[in-house]
């Protein structure tokens, strides 16, 4: 199963990138989407994931009220909007399906990711 993340780039702190994510259609609609991103040198760090019917959210604390999550069932994609981005947001972004149910915040929740997409907010 491959999940195809895009959208990354540079921008200054303050500026805004929306990442998308295409799953195949039998996986989008019965897993719950999650990004998350990997600095350099440090481990992967959840940021934000919505269920298989878009009913529920969870953001990270570090993006909460920055980023938002969403998931559009007709493109079968999932995106993260990221807005007042900060340096320390710098990362490659990876997005993953999960077929937990619940809240699922770490890597292993999760069976399926993308190759990533890197993102670089200059200050």
């Known amino acids: 199963v491959q999940l195809q993340a895009s959208g990354g780039g540079v921008v200054q702190a303050g500026g805004s990138l929306r990442l998308s994510c295409a799953a195949p259609?039998?996986?989008?609609?019965?897993?719950?989407m999650g990004w998350f991103r990997q600095a350099p040198g440090k481990e992967r760090e959840f940021v934000a994931s919505?269920?298989?019917?878009?009913?529920?959210?969870y953001h990270a604390d570090s993006v909460k009220g920055r980023f938002t999550i969403s998931r559009d069932s007709a493109k079968n994609a999932v995106y993260l909007q990221e807005n007042s981005l900060k340096p320390e947001d710098t990362a490659v972004y990876y997005c993953?399906?999960?077929?937990?149910?619940?809240?699922?915040?770490?890597?292993?929740?999760?069976?399926?990711w993308g190759q990533g997409t890197e993102v670089t907010v200059s200050s």
């Open positions: 993953a399906a999960s077929r937990f149910t619940g809240l699922a915040t770490k890597p292993y929740d999760y069976d399926y």
């Open positions: 259609a039998r996986v989008f609609s019965t897993h719950t």
């Open positions: 919505i269920s298989w019917n878009g009913a529920n959210t």
